[in-house]
């Protein structure tokens, strides 16, 4: 079978029998085969870049490889765990089970705080991030922002090694700094409370009862610490808000994702909290309300 032949077949079975989840819009059964291609080829990529790279001639072994990705892939086990690699605002990172694998849907939470950094002066920002998982917002920001020194925390031991190899290669080490522990507790022999210019967050956020609905894919590969936000779903949240202030400075930002329907609630309970001055959500490009930006007084 020639290779234009072998894409076509298997391309045609990925369509009939691949589920896609929507939070997950990069993925398609084209682009998944060609990320898997490429993997198999020893050129590991993220389904994204795979767009944009010519896929190669495959030997016997590498076919074989190849079938073996795919299904790896059908039988539910995410893509990005497969090739260990997922792209989050232009950058490839590394991702396995160990955090959360980045979504397209929270570069809306790493842009609208690349805004907000972008137009405050002076020759240095303090940025904290919490819940970094991948590193993928912190790395991103540091990224974005050459004056901004960010400190990144995961109550999850497994999930800062992750970020600490991605750090490692973008070669952002110097200006973010990993650590773990519950929230901002991390931080708090660091000398930095009430001098933060932004904490960013994208916590667990969906409720305890949702969970055993989610698609498996998600639910018996990605760690539940990562995506379980309590009864309501907002119980993170609401330490986070009462403990920021601790931390950001007059006219500083709390910058945090939401997820659907919750958006609301949250502006209105920052809102009643004196430490804030103001609050507003920012919505996708559906019209829904999924980041929260709250201003210190």
């Known amino acids: 079978m020639n290779q234009a032949t072998l894409f076509e077949s298997l391309l045609e079975e990925l369509s009939g029998k691949l589920e896609l989840l929507p939070d997950k819009p990069e993925e398609t059964p084209e682009s998944t085969l ?14 994204e870049s795979a767009k944009a790279v010519e896929l190669p001639e495959l030997d016997r072994q590498q076919m074989e ?62 940025v904290i991030d919490v819940c970094t998982g991948a590193g993928n917002v912190a790395l991103a920001i540091a990224h974005a922002v050459q004056k901004a020194r960010v400190f990144a925390s995961d109550l999850s031991a497994e999930a800062v090694q992750l970020a600490r190899r991605n750090t490692a290669l973008h070669d952002l080490s110097e200006r973010v700094s990993l650590y773990t ?38 639910s018996e590969h990605e760690p539940e610490m990562a995506f ?15 403990e920021a202030p601790d931390f950001i400075r007059g006219s500083g930002h709390l910058v945090f994702e ?25 919505a996708d490009a559906d019209g829904n309300a999924r980041v929260v930006v709250a201003r210190v007084c």
């Open 181 to 218: 522990g519950d929230l901002l507790d991390p931080f708090r022999h660091l000398d930095i409370e009430g001098k933060v210019d932004m904490i960013t967050c994208n916590p667990p956020y969906i409720s305890s009862a949702k969970v055993p609905a989610m698609a498996s894919e998600i």
């Open 34 to 47: 060609r990320a898997l291609w490429l993997l198999a080829s020893g050129k590991p990529v993220s389904v």
């Open 228 to 242: 379980n936000g309590g009864v309501f779903g907002i119980n993170l949240m609401r330490k986070l808000i009462a």
């Open 65 to 126: 490889n190849l079938r073996q990705h795919i299904r790896q892939r059908l039988d539910g086990t995410p893509l990005a765990h497969i090739s260990g690699r997922q792209a989050f605002m232009g950058m490839e990172l590394l991702a396995g089970p160990e955090a959360l694998i980045p979504r397209k849907e929270t570069e809306l939470l790493a842009a609208s705080a690349i805004d907000i950094l972008l137009q405050q002066t002076g020759d240095a920002l303090k």
């Open 258 to 282: 939401v997820g659907l329907g919750q958006g609301p609630a949250m502006e209105k309970q920052i809102s009643k909290l004196p430490a804030y001055e103001s609050v507003q959500t920012i």
